[in-house]
Each structure stands twice: as C-alpha cells, then as structure tokens.
C-alpha cells in the first residue's frame, strides 16, 4: 500500500560535536518519505522555494519518493538552523526561517487522495485537519506534533488528534500534551483523547507502544558513534509506517515489528548528518540491524521448575 | 548454590510525594536478601546496634535468610534519612548517622567462606577486599559501588574490580567510573577494569547488560504508581544473582533471564514503602510479572520477504 506524507522539506544547518554542516536537506517529510521509501511507495507534499537546489530533488527522486505533490513556490525554502550540546540530548534552535513555509496550505492532487497510510508530520494541526479533509478515509492515520502547537494551538490539535489513528511523539511531548509527568498515566490520557495507539519516543532509551489492551517496549541501539540526532524521529515514522504500509498489516505483532523498523531506520539517520547514510541503504543492512535489535532484545519466556520454591512453578 | 551478601542493615527514613516513614527497615544487604530469599538460601553479614527491632530479625528469618553473620554491636544501628523529588529520579540525603557501620569490619564465620555466589553490596572498597580475602573464590562475585567510593577511594575501587566477575552499578556510576558519557563506551571501559559482565540500571528505563560479546537491553515495567524507589537497585541485585545462583548457571541465556528476574523484583519493589511489597511475594506472582516483563519486550525475529524490496529479503 502507499503512504502520504505532509510535512516539511527544509535547508537544515547543523552543528553537532562532531561537525557542522551548512544549508542540507532536511525536514519532516524528508526523513520520513526517505525512510519509509526502503518499505514502499510514498509521496510528498510540501512546499519549497526557487531556490531549492535541483539535486536534492534528484536526490529524492533516486530513493523513488513520488515528488508530484512538492509544490515549487516563488520565495525562499524553510531554514532552520540548531546546535547540540555535548550529549546529543539538548538541541538549542539557533534560526528558523519559515519562508515559503509560512503560506503552506496543502492542496492534494488527485492520486494523493486515495493513499491508504497516511502520515501528517508536524505542521500546524489546522494543516493536518485540511489535509484530511481532502482524502478518502485512510487505512490508518498517524500524526506526529510538537511543543509548540500543544502550547499554543491545543484546541486545535485536540480536534486532529480526535481524527487519527496513531500518535507518535516523544516523552516530553507526551507530557505536555497530557499534563502527566508519568509516562503510562500520559500515554492512558492520550489514547482517551482519540488515537488508538500511541507511540512515545525516548531518545537513547528507546520508545513505547501503548494501545488499550498492551505496552510493548523497545530499546535504542547502544551506539559508540551518534553524529547527528537530526531527522531521528521522522526516520522512526518512517520506518514504522512505512513497515505497516508494506505488509497491510495492523494488528499487535505487525505493529510491534513497524515499532522495531521505525528504530531500524532511526538507528541509522543518527550515524551521519541529514538522510546521508539514511539514503544509502541496502535491505541486507536492513535486516541485519532488525537482527540486531531482536538480539538486544531477546530473552526466553518462563522456563518452569528452573528454580527451587515453595510451589510448584 | 547459597549466595553470601556483605552490606548494609539500615533504618531508613524516607520521604516520597506518597508519604513518609520513620526508621524502617532498609539497607543494601536487606534489600538485596529479601529479593533473593525467593530463589535460594542467602546469608547476610552485616552490623546493627542494640537498638536494632527484634521485628526486623524476625522478618528477615521469616523470609529465610540466615542472619547468623548479622553482627549486634554496642551502639545505634546505621540510620539514613532521604527525600525523594516529585518525579522519584532525584533523592536527596537529608542525614546520615554511620553509627556501628562507620567500624564495620566484615568477619566471616566458617560458612560464610565457602559461598558459591557472592554480592559486596555497596561498602568501601577495602572492605569488599577484605571479604574476598577470606573467601573459598566463588563462582561469581558480584558488586555494586557509588559516587563516593568512585570519587574518593578510586585505587581501592579499581583493586575490588580487577577481582570482581560482575559489577551491577547505575548509569550515573558508570559515567563517572569510566569518563565516558557514552554509555556503550562506559561499559567497554569498565570491562577493561576487571568485570567480565557489567549491568547498567537506568531506572524507568530498565538496564543494560554488557560483556565482551554482546549487550542485552531489559525495559523497566512502566508503572502508573511508584510509592518509593529506595532499594530498587539492590533488590535488583538480588533477584538477579538469586537467579543466577539458584539455576548454578551463568551462560548468555540465565543471565538474560536473571537480568530480568532482577527486574521483576525491583518493579515490586518500588511499589511500598521500605521491603513491605518485596516481603510478602508469592512464586505466582513473581512468574507472572516475569511473563508480563516477556509480553513487554517481545517481538518476532525477521519474517522473510514480508515487505516490497528490490532485493530478496
């Protein structure tokens, strides 16, 4: 099945303890459509401006991300430019230049609205909404946001949320967004808020999944080399829809899979800057790192009678 | 196999957004028996003064554990007093009266030496020395350690770990140990000091098992309640090496399980005040947390050709 994506294609500048880079693709919607493209068909819509330099687009055309709903506007592309403290965990913005992306109204183009995974990155839940009411009812519907539209577009945000299927966002999102400082009490009050399931990144920790009925935890990849943290959580999304898209599948076992791709795929965004090594996959590594993680993972289920007790185990 | 433990009997004073208590029961060594005392015979050495609880001998003997080596000294038994923030990761140490442990000299009774597993809980150094010195070697050492003996006794420490198997310790701890804020290479480090196995607990979320082959990541149980996390470590310690003694076994695949096992109790743990929770445990129980822990983190390894790809999967 495709999948849609509407979000943001941005010139990123980047400063990591490990290096700086200058004016490179970024965005929402890149590392999504970039990610989720190993799983399956995907297609964009965002804006850029005149400027936006044609190899990227080629760049995007190679991974064979469907670009006909990328709207070239007169104007300048998004800027925004961040630094990362020592650790990776704290990212300070240093400048956001909206350009072009200030009068984003997605407008979707015929074949766009009968995708069946959706995925509405984060953009102003008024956007997302638009977006939504332009498409056939998808299969699934996942939504990411930020801080800053919980604080200050929260009504709004709770009548998207009220329209969607899966919410993925990180803890401190989710803390925000619940007024719970207790992750499982946070993501219990957000999936009373409309989406099903809930999906709570947690950086080098890991991420979980909550639905009604279960929790499933995975790890982060302990890694001795994370060079740039930027684009982590769309190379989730991506990976994690993208996975569901490509089997059609939702039920608990599928979903806890999609959740281990998505950590596939962000596990490799982190080695470089941008979707550098994010664009240069093979399925081999792929599945070598799904392997990994299920070593990480992977302990045996009760084995009876295996320790002295009381009662019979 | 029986497991002796080296440590601390203390009467904690604890304060969490749940509630306070005056002087109960606390102390690595009680902590750790406790947790232990499910799986197998375990014998404490360890000082309290005259003013100790006959109530708390009695518990301890009624979870089994033999407290001939629980020397009563002259004096007032070691007390502690701390106060937990709102979100429990950060305890603040109102008062700290040593008491008859600031003489404490662990003196082993003839079958205490002949132990097969061993846990220096967290004492000086020289002390965990001193009780490696009267021992028959046993088949695993383990140990745990903190800031102050990293930061003031660092040769001792270094010398404790060059003859240690198994250095269970937290992230905090393995950071300042090693001076790397890199996780994966603070427990690359600290394999390189002694321990051929290091576990690194990271609180709410779970910990990470190292040796020089491969790594093992366990989540914490996400919990909507936590009353009080003091003992959590050592309880964990204790379901841990409880396991590993109780099996005899320490290949990849009883430490995964005793990984986990240590995560079981230290989820019950944190559920009371003091060793309440912990105390009054059933076998049923402990399993079926077990199998909760296994539902949490299970995924299916790779299925093959289960998504689009260019390449054969």
Known sequence: MGIL??????????????????????GSATYFSVAASYFTDVSIVAVVGTDFPEEHISFLQSKGVNISGLERQKGRTF???????????????????????AGFSPKLLSPHRTQDYLFLANIDPDLQRSVLEQVRRPKLIACDTMNYWIE?????????????????????????????????????????LGPSVVVIKRGEYGALMFNSKSVFSVPALPMEEVLDPTGAGDSFAGG?????????????????????????MASFDVMDFGPQRLGTLTYPEIESRYREFHRLAFFEDIVKNRFQGEEPL
């Open 5 to 26: 994506v509407v979000g943001s294609v941005v010139l990123d500048s980047v400063k990591t303890p490990f290096g700086i880079r200058e004016e490179i693709l970024g």
């Open 79 to 101: 800027r925004w430019k961040g630094e990362y403290g020592l650790n990776l965990n704290t990212c300070t913005t240093l400048d956001t230049q909206l350009n072009v992306f």
């Open 152 to 192: 200050n577009t929260r009504e709004s945000l709770l009548k998207t949320l009220s329209k969607i299927d899966l919410l993925i966002i990180n803890d401190a999102e989710a803390q925000q967004l619940s007024g719970e400082s207790n992750i499982t009490r946070a993501a219990r009050n957000i999936l009373s």
């Open 240 to 264: 994690l829809v993208g996975y569901l898209a490509a089997t059609n599948s939702t039920d608990e076992a599928s979903m806890r899979r999609a959740v281990v791709y998505g950590s596939v």
